[in-house]
């Protein structure tokens, strides 16, 4: 009886944070519609207004659970849903050119954030993490890196609070960059998806330019998480050789986000399966179309709320600045090979 009524009342506040996501998501909608925040989309108002929410009022740790389910697993449902929107066919026709792209970007922010921050005299182990972030996917390449290169919990927790601040803050401005740019929808959508740092961010910016810019989008961003793999076994190696404080090396198991097959199965599926073999309407695809957007508009709640500005104080403030320049770099690096 009392593990019921425990998994009850963790069912519970695991659903009222959820809950209270969507309420967020709600809110996000609304002020879409006002002159000047509908630039910008459901997704950027709600993720502002929870962020906004985080520093007036704090952290609701009774929906902890609920928020960081949001966060994790509506984002990673969200990104399946939206592969219904990719043809798969332009996979085979541009899949490996974005993965040299993709490639590019890694290493030139890497490259770029560590030269910085050295020369700012800034963290190292901060900077090497934001470098990863800025280049792969985020928080959730610097998770999964944060374990090889030993990396304090700390350290770690800064590094994700700033990507998903930075992430957040460019996005925005993609967005409101969008009309202003001399490239069509689907290069903006090439370029967002190489420059951007969360596959949040990137569905962010990229879904006001329409439905095939956003899956190109996520297919650039695809090219890049792919590329994680190899990247957590080189930083293996380079552990490996290095001579560690304590002398140990150890090995980490390297977690491949398997969402990602999932958004691959259902582009194969809404590319040779819907339609074709199943029929189906417009009105059915529309509905599907704007369930993946409220679903990813909570998922953008849940990182809004896990915003902390204070984080990024003292010791993190040149890794930032590095970051922050190197960023910007890989953005007028990715605009000028996007447009290529």
């Known amino acids: 009886m009392g593990t019921f009524i425990n998994d009850a009342a963790h069912l519970k506040k695991l659903l009222l944070g959820i809950a209270f996501t969507f309420i967020f998501a709600l809110l996000g909608y609304l002020l879409s519609f006002i002159p000047g925040?509908?630039?910008?989309?459901?997704?950027?108002?709600?993720?502002?207004?929870?962020?906004g929410y985080r520093q007036l009022f704090g952290y609701p740790a009774y929906f902890r659970h609920g928020i960081q389910f949001s966060s994790k697993y509506l984002l990673r449902f969200a990104i399946i849903l939206y592969g219904l929107k990719l043809n798969i066919d332009v996979i085979f026709e541009d899949g490996i050119i974005l993965l040299v792209k993709a490639a590019i970007t890694i290493v030139f922010a890497i490259l770029v954030t560590l030269y910085l921050a050295k020369l700012f005299k800034g963290n190292s182990q901060i900077a090497l993490l934001l470098?990863?972030?800025?280049?792969?996917?985020?928080?959730?390449?610097?998770?999964?890196?944060?374990?090889?290169?030993?990396?304090?919990?700390?350290?770690t927790a800064i590094s994700v609070g700033i990507i998903a601040l930075v992430g957040t803050v460019f996005s925005i401005i993609y967005a409101l960059l969008l009309p202003l740019l001399p490239?069509?929808?689907?290069?903006?959508?090439?370029?967002?998806?190489l420059a951007l740092h969360e596959l949040a961010h990137v569905a962010l910016a990229a879904e006001p330019a329409g439905e095939e810019a956003l899956a190109m989008a996520l297919l650039a961003k695809l090219a890049r998480?792919?590329?994680?793999?190899?990247?957590?076994?080189?930083l293996i190696l380079w552990m490996k050789n290095r001579k560690s404080t304590d002398g140990?090396?150890?090995?980490?198991?390297?977690?491949?986000?398997m969402f990602?097959?999932?958004?691959?199965?259902?582009?194969?599926?809404?590319?040779?399966?819907?339609?074709?073999?199943?029929?189906?309407?417009?009105?059915?695809?529309?509905?599907?179309?704007?369930?993946?957007?409220?679903?990813?508009?909570?998922?953008?709640?849940?990182?809004?709320?896990?915003?902390?500005?204070?984080?990024?104080?003292?010791?993190?403030?040149r890794p930032l600045l590095a970051m922050l320049i190197a960023s910007v770099a890989v953005s007028v690096l990715m605009y000028w090979i996007a447009g290529i």
Do not use: H
Not at 183 to 193: A, H, K, N
């Open 37 to 51: 925040f509908d630039r910008v989309g459901p997704l950027a108002c709600a993720i502002l207004i929870a962020i």
């Open 131 to 155: 470098g990863i972030g800025t280049g792969i996917c985020g928080a959730a390449a610097i998770a999964a890196v944060a374990p090889i290169v030993k990396a304090k919990d700390e350290d």
């Open 183 to 193: 490239i069509s929808d689907v290069q903006y959508g090439i370029w967002s998806g």
């Open 225 to 234: 998480v792919f590329l994680l793999v190899p990247v957590c076994f080189v």
């Open 248 to 257: 140990e090396t150890d090995d980490a198991k390297v977690k491949f986000p």
């Open 260 to 317: 990602l097959l999932g958004f691959i199965a259902m582009s194969l599926f809404g590319s040779y399966v819907l339609g074709d073999i199943i029929p189906v309407s417009n009105g059915v695809m529309d509905s599907i179309s704007v369930v993946t957007t409220f679903i990813l508009t909570s998922a953008m709640v849940g990182l809004g709320l896990n915003v902390d500005l204070k984080e990024v104080k003292n010791k993190a403030m």
